[in-house]
């Protein structure tokens, strides 16, 4: 079992391993500066499918079908899965893996849900109540437009702190046993609200979040940056990693060196007109299991931080004149020994 070590922060016990991961993202995302690192490129944001909501759970049941292929499994050897994504209801998540028949867990975490995904899959694995476990979650630019902005002949112009939601999917399986990367620890994030209503300015909304739950992870193991090759962020984006670089040198914690954010890394701003960068729930997703677990495996990096972020307000809530309540869930990721 899992060991507590302050409220919301704990160690595994018997370090459950990733044993497999993949990646599936859109043409946009291909060719952005990651392009080469993703498992699969789909041009077509339809993926064969009638409408973007049926396109992001193909994405999604494309990249869970590849992680357990590629751990040379079946479907009938994952116990259970946690997956969700942006469209109400999860339905990205319920409609793309109903034809598995794998048990379902299903998550809103909105941008956070993968670190979150991983984080339960690390403690049900290791609480001995399932030998494998899988995370996973989707994003697709045009379900999040229809949802939280404008349709997209709307036409509309985006703002400076503006960023763009991710055509992605990422999946991971955890396992008891079998895998190069242990999951050593975690931990739970705490709703933050810093009083922002700009659904368009989320990465100076979320790093807040980012802040808290890093420093209380460093601060309740005994360690410091320094200690780690990469402290990852999920989407905070071009402003909002600044911002989070900028709060914790207030408190003393300077992560300059270590950090790296998933949606400032899976575009180029300037020839792609992302603005500030990439968001959703598969740009963290499809990046750490892209690019940052990839170089785990290989030796690169050895021992990481991955705090993804996510907004937790809905199209009603700020229809209603309510601020965006943030989170962030960290997962503590080691190269087995």
Known sequence: MAVKIERGIFRTEKRPKIESFAS???GKEGKGPLGKYFDKVIEDSHFGKDTWEKAESRFQLETVSLAIKKAGLVKEDIDAIF???????????????????????????ACSTMAEGMLLSALITDSGAVDRSAAVTSSH???????????????GQR??????????????IISSECGEIEIIGGCIGKITDMGISDINNMG???????AETIRRYLTATGTDPNDYDAIVTGDLGIVGSRLLVEFLQKQGIDISAQHFDCGAMIF?????DTHCGGSGCGCSGSVMCGYFLPSMVSGERKNVLFAATGALMSPMSLQQGETIPTISHLVHLGRVK
Request: aromatic share 12%; charged share 15%.
């Open 159 to 172: 703002t400076p702190t503006s960023q763009w939601t991710c055509t992605a999917s990422g999946a991971a």
């Open 24 to 26: 599936v993202v859109g």
């Open 83 to 109: 997956s969700g994504d942006l469209i109400n209801q999860c339905i990205g998540s319920a409609y793309g893996l109903r034809e598995l028949e794998i048990p379902f867990l299903g998550l809103y975490g």
């Open 204 to 210: 100076s909304a979320m790093a807040p979040a980012a």
């Open 268 to 272: 180029d701003p300037e020839k792609q």
């Open 141 to 155: 630019f045009s379900t999040a437009e229809r949802q939280f902005r404008f349709p997209l002949s709307y036409g």
